[in-house]
């Protein structure tokens, strides 16, 4: 066991305990639980937002991924970066002005209907657990590398403690706990690759010329095409990280923990900047795992890239780099799942439990506990299913929920804003349809099965693409359209032009 690694996890972990003991002495309310009371500001929920996204993908999987197969891994670089113009132009206002708590509560300002608002809370369990599950397996790579625990006992440890934050300290600590983690992991980024940087003499041209000969895929590491040899496949892949930001339920609650629009806007473009100056540097991290930690390390220490990061930090910086990005890494996991936790949480107990089976009529304090016992199920499904996914890049696990996201909640979105003929039948089956077909699409997807025993099933696959967004995300749209058009409602033209005007200016 690396004792300096375990001092700052356990260091790390004291912190975040710390912030989740003072959060819950505030934690009062359901608007404090759900929402912090929308009390941060823009530059803090900007930070909040860069912590919440940058996740286990970001920083070990898009390492990984660029470090084994070059130019194909900075597409989720481009991809997760590109995805804050759509949050900024199209999703942020509307749902500051129109949401309360949750992203069903905006879709239901126009829609108020139950069935609605049930779907909405189906889809934001279903994208939360599938991101969740993503950070799980970062989390148990993490710690099996470092501490030398075994996975499985790994992923409770951080599905615990994911829990805890959650269950006591509800949105406020989970905001702190995310606000630390952005500063942790922009210092931690920043000084690898000045590090990765200065060995390259602080050229550009030279680091390219070098990687063309630093890896087995030789000149082909700065190509396209070693990992996406099918062009529908790298289509399919961006279409679903440009537009899958906007549909996360994790990232869409945090505009509710300001006061408004405007502070929601401002947010975005704090965590735009933060998150665009990190993913620059990824280019630094995946180029130097390559180049001083090698291809053959990389893979010994885990089949699909995921440690290349930490390795990189041991590689360069020796003991103490290592141990510190090592926990940087670990706090960044803790952060993250605690956001999809509560996300996920909230859908149950504000959407499901208390407009659906109370009708309205729970109290805050039945509402809050609600919270918790769902944060508490939804822990132990994620761990359940994180079990089964050990060997997949993070990155790409990530990647298909961000396609489930843009097939299910991302059309509801748009056309709750934009469509004056949208009605509830459109909603309901735009939604069911963008959730189904992108996850039916995953289950018969070279993801699950492959003929040589290399995925979670033997067998051929009846998908040959392994990111469904371009079939999935129109058949969300589709499933919309069809919906509207088929039903025999139809909804009250005045309604959409009370939802426009709020939904652009704030005004009641």
Do not use: C
């Amino acid at each position: 066991m690396n004792m300096l690694a375990f001092s700052l996890f356990l260091g790390i972990v004291i912190m975040t305990l710390f912030i989740t003991y003072f959060a819950s002495k505030r934690t009062k309310t359901t608007s404090d639980f759900y929402t912090a009371d929308s009390s941060l500001t823009g530059f803090q929920n900007g930070l909040a937002i860069a912590g919440d996204y940058m996740s286990a993908a970001s920083f070990l999987g898009i390492a990984g991924m660029i470090a084994l197969s070059g130019f194909d891994g900075f597409f989720y670089s481009i991809g997760f970066l590109v995805a804050y113009l759509v949050v900024l132009y199209i999703v942020a206002e509307p749902l500051r002005n129109l949401g309360k708590y949750t992203m069903a509560d905006m879709i239901a300002a126009r829609f108020n209907n139950s069935k609605v608002r049930g779907v909405a809370a189906l889809n934001t369990i279903s994208i939360s657990i599938f991101y969740m599950i993503a950070q799980l397996v970062g989390a148990g790579g993490l710690i099996h590398l470092l501490l030398g625990i075994d996975y499985v006992y790994s992923v409770l440890i951080v599905g615990t403690l994911m829990t805890i934050y959650v269950v006591f300290g509800g949105m406020t600590a989970t905001s702190w706990v995310q606000i630390v983690k952005a500063v942790l992991l922009m210092i931690g980024t920043f000084i690898i690759s000045v590090i990765v940087f200065a060995k390259f003499d602080f050229s550009i041209a030279k680091m390219f010329s070098e990687m063309q000969t630093a890896t087995p895929l030789g000149e082909s590491f700065l190509n396209p095409g070693n990992k996406f040899t099918n062009p529908l496949d790298t289509i399919s892949l961006n279409l679903a990280l440009v537009l899958g930001t906007a549909g996360l339920p994790h990232i869409l609650i945090r505009f509710f923990t300001v006061k408004d629009a405007i502070t929601a806007r401002k947010s975005v473009v704090y965590a735009t900047w933060i998150i665009g100056a990190f993913y620059v540097m990824t280019v630094f991290l995946g180029f130097g795992a390559a180049a001083f930690v090698g291809y053959d390390n990389i893979v010994a220490a885990n089949a699909a890239g995921n440690m290349a990061a930490p390795l990189l930090a041991e590689a360069i910086g020796g003991d103490f780099l290592f141990a510190f990005v090592s926990a940087v890494a670990f706090a960044t996991i803790l952060a993250v799942v605690a956001g999809l936790v509560l996300s996920a949480a909230s859908a149950f107990a504000h959407d499901f439990y208390s407009h659906i089976l109370r009708r309205g009529e729970a109290t805050e304090k039945e509402q809050v506990v609600a919270a918790r016992w769902a944060s508490i199920g939804v822990a132990v499904l994620s761990i359940l299913l994180a079990l089964f996914a050990q060997n997949m890049n993070v990155a790409f696990l990530v990647a298909l929920a961000f396609a489930v996201a843009a097939s299910a909640n991302l059309p509801i979105l748009v056309l709750t804003i934009f469509w004056r003929k949208f009605n509830t039948a459109g909603a309901v089956t735009g939604m069911l349809t963008g959730l189904f077909s992108s996850l039916f699409l995953v289950a018969i997807s070279p993801n699950v099965w492959s003929p040589e025993g290399a995925a979670i099933l033997t067998g051929e696959p009846l998908f040959s693409l392994s990111n469904p967004g371009i079939v999935s995300i129109p058949l969300g749209f589709l499933g919309a359209y069809i919906g509207t058009i088929v039903s025999s409602k139809k909804e009250d033209a005045k309604k959409f032009d009370e939802i426009l005007v709020k939904a652009n200016t704030g005004m009641k």
